[in-house]
């Protein structure tokens, strides 16, 4: 055999190689598919948008005046400042009258909202249940606290001292009286509107008739009518021994929301 007739096996030999390794490399190489990437914007859509900063979802309607949110992952019951709406849960009492109407126009306004909170430094953090003392607005700005007094769901209530919206509850009060809304427009001399008597555990009278001067015993919310409340802070002194604090404002009238 001679040199050509070597050099041309080789060369085929060398070509078949070549071509195995190609063939080889196309069946065996790595396959990729196109994965699509959803951008940020994309997932947020698919997700359910936080509750605003500042803001809390109301998870119950106690009544008219009483609330519970969401704070922090726990639930936070309110007792809303400077306003007083009829009883309807507290179980020493019974229902009174147009107390279901409050409640129910506060499940109305305020069940699924998100609420905004202002607290007041001159009322404290906590009454004495331990509950939230807070003013609840909506998120269009709306006072809820004014919002049910002006609509004659209740009436404004100052527990002690005055406190920063007092003046403008009053007022909203003052014209839900005069327009004849709500609870203000009712015939007194239905049965199951009659203010409820005044407990003497409650208020401090004794069982003969007479008053606790001595010591802080009762608000004005224990009084039936504005008359009976200022009979008693005139007995038991008037300003010089406003024991019971009846007297807010310090002008010499009492409990001036009460009928």
């Known amino acids: 055999m001679n040199m050509r007739s070597i050099l041309q096996i080789g060369g085929g030999i060398v070509l078949g190689i070549l071509i195995g390794v190609f063939l080889v490399g196309r069946t065996t190489a790595p396959v990729f598919k196109s994965v699509s ?58 229902v009174q009258c147009f107390g279901k109407e409050a409640s129910e126009e506060a499940k109305e306004v305020l069940a699924g909202k998100t609420v ?76 199951d509107c009659s203010p409820e008597p005044v407990s003497p555990s409650e208020t401090g009278f004794r069982a003969d008739g007479t008053h606790d001067c001595s010591r802080n015993t009762y608000n004005c919310s224990s009084f039936k009518t504005q008359s009976e ?16 604090k009846l007297d807010s404002d310090k002008d010499g009238r009492v409990c001036e929301s009460l009928p």
Request: include cysteine.
């Open 229 to 244: 409340a200022q009979r008693v802070f005139d007995l038991c002194g008037g300003t010089a021994n406003d024991v019971h």
């Open 37 to 94: 990437i959803a951008s940020p914007a994309a997932s947020a859509v698919s997700t359910n948008a936080p509750t605003a900063a500042g803001t809390y979802p109301v998870v119950k309607v106690v009544d008219g005046d009483t609330l519970a949110i969401l704070m922090n992952g726990k639930s936070v019951t309110l007792r809303l400042i400077g306003l007083d709406t009829p009883e309807t849960v507290d179980p020493r009492k019974p």
């Open 116 to 191: 905004r909170l202002e607290m007041d430094p001159s009322q404290g953090e906590l009454d004495k249940y331990g509950r939230t003392l807070a003013y609840v607005f909506l998120s269009d700005g709306m006072s809820f606290n004014k919002y049910m007094i002006s609509e004659g769901y209740g009436h404004e209530y100052t527990y002690n001292l005055p406190y920063k919206y007092q003046s403008e509850f009053k007022a909203a009060e003052k014209q839900a009286r005069e327009e004849k809304k709500g609870l203000w427009g009712l015939e007194q001399s239905q049965s």
